[in-house]
């Protein structure tokens, strides 16, 4: 089956509105979604780029436009107290999660994302996030926030998003055609619709 | 009469792409377009941005997204061979159509905008800027790259478009509400249909 990549950070509110979305966009053209987590720390060393939400001028808006966003496609959102987040708990759940129930990333991934973006809870807490999964099903997700081999999977995981030249969240690939952001979204159904433009 | 206000560089691609679209939108809600050229090197240095034309992985990432959002939106496009350029001598001779013909701003901002973005000439010199503005209809275009005013103008214009948070090309005003990039144009139509959401 073929699938739309979506890589994401847990502490990006453009991601988390996306992840909302990016099921039935994929269902439409019968494709899966692979998910991926990223840690966008390691990202934005590889493109020099300043952590937005504290950029002067940039960082307000960006905010506005978030909660703007959310409005306007009718998604809940409210941003949470503390902002931006580490996101390396969840996202060491997200791949236990793959690897064990490969079928079910997607509820596990808008749990997650709804606690941090609709229930201010702080999932950067390991033992947060994993009562989080847990209350989703997901029973062992505590362990998976210390397992060795998942820190190193998603380490490579990571790098490897760096080199296939992700730089920001959401990131979306269609086959080899990259998309960033929500607002790319109609672009990515009429390259579905058509084979691309 | 209400208006949009509509702030860009002359270097920036959605600028450019926004320019050919904010016409009509104002025009189907009654409103007239304030054309505010701004210089994004003075914009970067108040907000701790790096230039993204050179930035790694998202440098590339926005040419290739450029050129399909142009397609996406049916509006001819091609990435100039000098990229970015300085955009004050175009930013001033704008400043000066303002100033002696204010009912023609939105042309003379589309013919130095389709010199570059089509025609890949170099608006940065002040002689070929002046020529474009020339064959639009603006004779005295080339004293205005040099005339002491204008540059004052124009600098205390950055500086007031900074002091109103603008950070990035093409960013856009209705009354108070700011909003970045072509892709929030979707979001303006409906805020002008309702009145805020």
Not at 38 to 48: P, S
Request: positive net charge.
């Amino acid at each position: 089956m073929k699938s739309i990549d979506f890589y994401f950070d847990y502490s990006s509110p453009f991601g988390y509105l996306a992840a909302t979305r990016v099921g039935a966009l994929a269902a439409r053209h019968g494709r899966a979604v692979n998910w991926y987590p990223i840690l966008l720390g390691a990202v934005f060393k590889a493109t020099g780029s300043p952590v937005v939400a504290t950029m002067p001028l940039k960082g307000e808006y960006t905010a506005h436009d978030a909660l703007r966003s959310a409005r306007f496609h009718g998604i809940p959102l409210k941003l949470p107290s503390k902002f931006p987040i580490a996101g390396q708990a969840p996202a060491r759940i997200t791949c236990w999660v793959r690897n064990h129930a490969p079928g079910r990333v997607e509820a596990a991934v808008l749990a997650l994302y709804r606690a941090y973006f609709l229930d201010d809870q702080d999932i950067s807490s390991p033992e947060v996030a994993a009562r989080v999964a847990g209350q989703a099903g997901f029973d062992a997700a505590l362990a998976a926030t210390q397992d060795e081999a998942i820190k190193a999977q998603l380490k490579t995981e990571v790098e490897a998003a760096i080199a296939r030249k992700v730089f920001g969240s959401p990131m979306m690939f269609i086959d080899a055609e990259p998309f960033w952001g929500l607002d790319r979204m109609d672009q990515m159904e009429r390259w579905l619709q058509t084979g691309g433009f």
